[in-house]
Nanobody, 119 residues
Framework: QVQLVESGGDLVQPGGSLRLSCAAS????????MGWYRQAPGKQRELVAA???????NYADSVKGRFTISRNNAKNTVYLQMSSLKPEDTAVYYC?????????????WGKGTLVTVSS
């Protein structure tokens, strides 16, 4: 059984910073791409950032220059450093990972962590 557990969501003021973490655990052979999606109230889930096992990154235009994705392969963990936060960044942030486990290779998702940007 593979699990992804996010942490770090919080209430933060506009212009502030926050760091999200997501740790994968279980019967994991390899982790390929990892990343973050978000879903704001009344909106569709959207890709925020992704990172390959080799470290190549991809960002949504709305977060470029403000967010940084990174990963620690030894810890099976992906991070999202968020800076210059705006009220429109308010959303539930979901971690995902493309994982080869003992059972199969598939995408796994965390349950989400809430980020609220408000004064």
């Amino acid at each position: 059984q593979v699990q992804l557990v996010e942490s770090g969501g919080d209430l933060v003021q506009p212009g502030g910073s926050l760091r999200l973490s997501c740790a994968a655990s279980g019967s994991i052979f390899s982790i390929y791409a990892m990343g973050w999606y978000r879903q704001a109230p009344g909106k569709q889930r959207e890709l925020v950032a992704a990172i390959t096992s080799g470290g190549s990154t991809n960002y949504a235009d709305s977060v470029k220059g403000r967010f940084t994705i990174s990963r620690n392969n030894a810890k099976n963990t992906v991070y999202l450093q968020m800076s210059s936060l705006k009220p429109e960044d308010t959303a539930v942030y979901y971690c995902y990972a493309d994982i080869l486990s003992r059972v199969a290779r598939m995408d796994y998702w965390g349950k989400g962590t809430l980020v609220t940007v408000s004064s």
